[in-house]
């Protein structure tokens, strides 16, 4: 095992390619042990059999989580037809469903005639093996013991839905491959399912690679095999820094926030927790929406909620 990186201090956001099988816990896990850093978190999580985009926070960067929380996601999702499924993914008991259509079988037109409902605002109920809570318990805690949980139909927002592969070898089974672009809390299970009732079969999530996780996308994610590199190069060295903290982007990447510049007057009341009338008014309506604060020389070092008048700081990243 890599041992870990000595306990320099690491602040910022590692955007990760998680493989399949391990869970989004695991993967914190992982990088806990390999950073040496106590404060790690994720922005969204990915089922143990998907892949792709999860970004990880390290140090005060956990505390911009928060933020990322409404982030859009985008997905390549594999939707094998001809069978239902109780977790309706690969890892749930199967149960075949003959196709019902007319003779000829599923086609690729149309999956993509019966795609177009789905885009746009939608409501959708949130599969029975998931982590919504009902009544005080996980609804996949109630399904595994043979309970059927009651879940309200949630409304999400589907931007792209598009059908890239189609594979009808196999008329019983076919197999389309599908983009996704949605809004936080979708579900491509349950995408997946409605889809295969939608076209008169029983249909379920075969493979789920997230591409992006709001403006981190897949082609700046690094493997865990270069993050166990990187750490093991900063173990030789005796130091975090180097090629572990080259991998992070800073604490604030991919914030579109309005930014104000403090003067050390001002930095010193932030720092206290106090609110400041800005010398320089912020920019932009006074919607409470928050700030990104600068020090003299450009750095961050928190975030505060500007009410037109004054800026209250909300987040203070420097100590006292």
Not at 171 to 186: F, H, L, N, W, Y
Not at 265 to 280: D, H, K, M, N, Y
Request: charged fraction near 20%; hydrophobic fraction near 45%; include cysteine.
């Amino acid at each position: 095992m890599t041992a870990p990186v000595a306990s320099s201090r690491l602040d910022g956001i590692l955007v990760v390619d998680k493989p399949a099988g391990p869970t989004s816990h695991d993967i914190v896990g992982l990088i806990r042990r390999l950073s040496g850093m106590k404060r790690v978190g994720h922005g969204g999580t990915l089922d143990p059999f998907a892949r792709g985009v999860l970004p990880i926070f390290l140090g005060r960067a956990t505390r911009v989580v928060e933020y990322h929380l409404a982030d859009r996601k985008q997905y390549r999702a594999t939707v094998c037809f001809g069978a239902s499924s109780t977790t309706d993914d690969l890892e749930g008991e199967l149960t075949p469903m003959p196709l019902a259509t007319s003779g000829s079988g599923l086609d690729r037109g149309a999956v993509e005639t019966a795609l177009a409902a789905f885009r746009g605002p939608i409501v959708q109920v949130p599969p029975a093996y998931s982590a919504i809570k009902v009544a005080g318990r996980r609804a996949y805690a109630l399904a595994r013991a043979g309970q059927k949980p009651e879940l309200a139909p949630r409304s999400v927002t589907i931007d792209l839905i598009e059908l890239l592969e189609w594979d009808g070898t196999d008329p019983e089974r076919p197999i389309a491959v599908v983009e996704v672009d949605c809004s936080a809390g979708t579900y491509i299970r349950a995408i997946a399912r409605d889809l295969g009732t939608a076209l008169g079969t029983g249909a379920y999530l075969g493979a789920l690679t997230r591409t992006a996780s709001g403006p981190f996308s897949l082609a700046q994610a690094v493997s865990l095999d270069a993050v166990r590199a990187a750490a093991g190069e900063g173990a030789g060295q005796g130091t975090a820094q180097g090629a572990l903290g080259a991998m992070l982007l800073p604490m604030d990447a991919g914030l579109e926030l309005r930014s104000l510049s403090l003067t050390a007057e001002e930095l010193s009341a932030v720092v206290r927790g106090q609110f400041i009338r800005p010398a320089v008014g912020v920019a932009g309506p006074a919607d409470e929406s928050p700030v990104r604060l600068l020090s003299p020389a450009g750095e961050l070092v928190g975030f505060g909620r500007w009410d037109g008048t004054r800026v209250m700081p909300d987040k203070v990243l420097v100590d006292a």
